[in-house]
């Protein structure tokens, strides 16, 4: 009598049936998507701060070169583009009340800069300067 063996691999229970490998690859391909939405979204978080990080060095340049020395500096607005930015400067009192002796010959008045981006995004920036104080005849 002989005894017929037969290999593991022909046993009803050896091996994946299709179901499982498609439950396989539906979990696997799930958890790609999941990671390529993580990235995309890293994505665009950096390309937003890049874009701040471009509108608010456009507005301190603005601030240190567009803004007249303060022998020159007068009341009024000041406007203009740098690298595709329009930017305006506007100079004027500060509210409040100042009570400024006749003897001072400067004057606090406030800078406020304004840039707007190719995008529309806006940034502001103020800043006091002293201005001499007009002298009256």
């Given at each position: 009598m002989s005894t017929v063996r037969h290999?593991?691999?022909?046993r009803r229970d050896a091996g994946f049936t299709i179901l499982e490998v498609l439950i396989a690859l539906?979990?696997?391909?799930?958890?790609?998507?999941?990671?390529?939405?993580?990235?995309?979204?890293?994505?665009?978080?950096v390309r937003k701060l890049e874009q701040h990080?471009?509108?608010?060095?456009?507005?301190q340049t603005v601030l240190a070169t567009a803004i007249l020395p303060?022998?020159?500096?007068?009341?009024?607005?000041?406007?203009?583009?740098?690298?595709?930015?329009?930017?305006q400067v506007d100079i004027g009192p500060i509210n409040g009340d100042f009570i400024i002796g006749k003897e001072?010959?400067?004057?606090?008045?406030?800078?406020?800069?304004?840039?707007?981006?190719?995008?529309g995004a806006i940034a502001e920036l103020s800043t006091v300067r002293l201005m001499r104080k007009e002298r009256k005849q």
């Open positions: 290999a593991a691999i022909d539906a979990v696997v391909a799930a958890a790609i998507v999941a990671i390529g939405m993580v990235m995309a979204t890293n994505t665009r978080g990080f471009a509108l608010m060095q456009t507005a303060r022998r020159d500096l007068a009341k009024g607005r000041l406007s203009g583009e740098l690298r595709d930015y329009g930017w001072v010959p400067w004057t606090p008045e406030l800078v406020k800069v304004r840039v707007r981006s190719p995008s």
